[in-house]
């Protein structure tokens, strides 16, 4: 649990500041563009986990004001910057690996950037989840860092502050976890993400659809 702990504090002190970094970020709005198309039932209801500030609901609702939209974060500080900025969301406290304990069904689950702070069980479970909330048809948005899981681990913000456990995910790995669990892959799609000290990490989406 304690990587988990270090983590879920750390983004919730760092709240604010990953609103003022992240909020306005655009290089992952065509995917949510491609998800906004594959889910196309009038006022579907949607599932965000791991909202942040709320980016991604804001861009989503701008998009189509039509979702019934219900965002949540395990971060308190979080879900109250989220709310803010989308009051036309509902947006509460939810650690994603208890999606299990949701009895809603939902026509579409979006999850970004939670990934890379799960570890490769609780991955599994979150797509084992999605199936079982997930109406027929309904949609997954995934996002992670790829990379060799074995290099996972603690690692530290460039000014030595903040800590979290990045946790790498491959691919094949996680569209043959997918295939298990009743899930077709619509499209997959990388982008190009400029990390720390000028390095290049490799962010991929899958786009999955319930069968």
Not at 157 to 185: C, D, K, P, V
Request: hydrophobic fraction near 35%; aromatic fraction near 10%; charged fraction near 20%.
């Amino acid at each position: 649990m304690e990587p988990y702990q270090t983590t879920f504090s750390t983004w919730n002190q760092l709240a604010s500041l990953y609103q003022e970094k992240f909020m306005d970020v655009d290089l992952y709005d065509d995917t949510y563009d491609r998800f906004c198309q594959l889910v196309d039932k009038p006022n579907a209801r949607v599932l965000e986990l791991g909202c942040g500030p709320g980016n991604i609901t804001r861009y989503l609702l701008s998009k189509r004001p039509d979702f019934i939209l219900e965002a949540t974060d395990a971060a308190p500080n979080m879900v109250q910057l989220a709310q803010i900025n989308n009051p036309t969301a509902t947006c509460y406290v939810l650690d994603c690996r208890d999606l299990d304990q949701v009895s809603r069904t939902y026509d579409a689950v979006i999850c970004g950037f939670c990934l890379p702070y799960l570890s490769e069980e609780d991955c599994q479970k979150l797509i084992y989840d999605s199936a079982t909330v997930l109406t027929a048809g309904g949609i997954l948005y995934l996002s992670f860092i790829e990379g060799d899981p074995q290099k996972s681990g603690y690692e530290t913000s460039s000014n030595g502050e903040h800590t979290l456990y990045i946790q790498y995910h491959q691919t094949h790995s996680l569209t043959a976890i997918l295939r298990q669990n009743g899930f077709e892959l619509v499209e997959g799609i990388q982008k190009s993400y400029p990390s720390h000290e000028k390095a290049i990490a490799t962010h991929t989406i899958l786009l999955a659809r319930k069968i």
